[in-house]
């Protein structure tokens, strides 16, 4: 089975050259556009406007003017319009997934996660509470209110633009904020096409504001701002300094998720035949351009053997292809992109690591034209090796053989991120013990992720970054607490 790839103008959902401003599609002051590529033919989709500081600016003066009603407006009624937006994804969503394979070229997934995740906001829209405070006299009345912000920002970045739009959006104005967000260059169209139906909801002009662009030009120009309130930013961990940087010139509040390179650890006791699909999917899936991708596999020598073995099998039967047929693994999004995961394919066998299997491009006349990587897998790999150290974004495993708990522990640890690690064992008190080790935001145990909760928090301990999107606290974090004290007169 294939999945015809729509010309995104038929869609009715995106159109030819234009951003949503103040509640109006335009394209950019300059005039400029960006073209946008389908990475697995590298033929262009569609064009959509390169905006810059100008755009930004209109953005947030259109944001700032829409905000005191949408602050005022119940909290209820904004759940509702919140609700109203899920049904429409959910009427579209064939349309929408077919628009995100076309320019991210990942595959078909299942059921799409946006409209569930406005649901969950929309539940916590009207149930953003203050406090009520003791005080040393009953003639005084102590609380806090949590107010919104105002004009809020947002960065995202392209390997899921769906759900990061809607991670950053839904919760915002959730809580009364406004919000500017650009997405990113290189798969602005799903972003685009679910503001559209944020309008088509019934969700205000102005409210949601989408500007496209360069992250140098219009990325920048966002943190930067000073109508900006509270800014948000998913991405590599050098732009999220310099976007910090930007946020400390106006004392704006930040969160911030960046890279990981996260490790999976096989303790000696571990289910392998349980663990390989998913150490497999932990790092092909989205061709491995996920910050939380399994990268680094932590296995004690006692199974080391018996595990590598059974992946490079599991590899072998990995289906690579574009993202409109029936495969487990699409190209990688650009050709810069491709060019940086070969050159990190070069370095591990500079480095002296074994490569098991894949290193290089699928052979065959339909990768020619597109963007795309072997899945791979490098052997012997040294905790100080760069393969082991930095985020490749590809679907590039790396198999850190180690003796024992501690050292699986001290391995597991020992690069400058932490956002999410997987620990697999037969032992209970083995996993707590990994568990509390473990620095990471999340921390799963006999599975890759926190599949099967719902709302769970995700964000990163040190160098990946800081706050914390999803979970109960979600529209919260887009709120600031006002103490107010009353003292009666009579």
Not at 218 to 241: D, K, L, Q, V, W
Request: aromatic letters at 6%; one cysteine or more.
């Amino acid at each position: 089975m294939t999945i015809a790839p729509p010309d995104p103008r038929l869609t009715g959902l995106v159109t030819e050259n234009t951003q949503l401003i103040g509640g109006e599609w335009v394209p950019a002051a300059s005039g400029q556009t960006i073209e946008v590529l389908d990475p697995a033919t590298g033929e262009t989709l569609l064009h959509v406007p390169r905006g810059n500081a100008s755009d930004v600016d209109a953005a947030v003066s259109a944001a700032a003017a829409a905000f005191p009603k949408w602050r005022d407006t119940s909290p209820t009624f904004r759940a509702g319009l919140l609700m109203r937006w899920a049904e429409l994804i959910d009427k579209h969503e064939q349309e929408i997934d077919r628009l995100e394979i076309s320019e991210v070229g990942r595959p078909h997934w299942g059921p799409l996660p946006m409209s569930r995740m406005l649901t969950y906001f929309a539940g916590q829209a009207d149930k953003v509470h203050g406090l009520s405070l003791p005080t040393h006299t009953p003639d005084v009345l102590g609380l806090t209110l949590r107010e919104p912000y105002g004009v809020v920002g947002g960065i995202i970045p392209w390997n899921a633009p769906g759900p990061n739009f809607v991670m950053d959006v839904g919760p915002a104005i959730a809580a009364g904020n406004t919000i500017v967000i650009k997405p990113a260059e290189d798969a602005p169209l799903t972003p685009l096409a679910l503001a559209r139906l944020a309008m088509q909801a019934g969700i205000p002009p102005g409210v949601i504001n989408v500007v496209t662009g360069y992250g140098p030009e219009a990325g920048a120009a966002i943190p930067a701002h000073p109508g900006i309130s509270r800014m948000s930013f998913t991405g590599s961990p050098a732009t999220g300094s310099a976007v910090m940087a930007a946020c400390a010139r106006n004392h704006t509040p930040l969160h911030l998720e960046l890279g990981g390179k996260s490790p999976q650890v096989l303790l000696d006791d571990a289910d392998v035949d349980a663990a390989i699909p998913q150490l497999t999917r932990g790092i092909t899936h989205n061709s491995g351009q996920i910050c939380a991708a399994g990268s680094r596999l932590v296995v004690d020598r006692k199974i080391h053997a018996e595990v590598v073995r059974k992946l490079r099998e599991a590899f072998a039967r990995v289906r690579v292809g574009p993202g409109t047929e029936q495969v487990d693994m699409g190209p990688l999004i650009s050709a810069k992109q491709h060019q940086r995961v070969l050159g990190y394919l070069k370095v591990g066998r500079e480095e002296g690591a074994e490569l098991v299997t894949g290193g290089g491009v699928p052979a065959g006349e339909k990768f020619e034209r597109g963007f795309f990587v072997e899945p791979t897998i490098f052997d012997q790999v040294r905790p100080d090796m760069r393969i082991a150290q930095e985020e490749i974004f590809g679907p590039v495993l790396s198999v850190l053989p180690v003796d024992g708990d501690e050292e699986a522990l001290e391995v597991a640890n020992g690069t400058e991120y932490g956002l999410v690690a997987s620990v697999w064992t037969s032992d209970i008190g083995r996993a707590v013990r990994m568990v509390r080790g473990l620095q990471a935001g999340q921390v799963a145990v006999n599975q890759w992720l926190s599949g099967g909760v719902i709302g769970a928090p995700f964000g990163g301990y040190r160098g990946s970054g800081f706050g914390r999107t999803m979970g109960a606290d979600s529209v919260l974090s887009y709120t600031q607490v006002k103490t107010v004290s009353i003292r009666g007169t009579r």
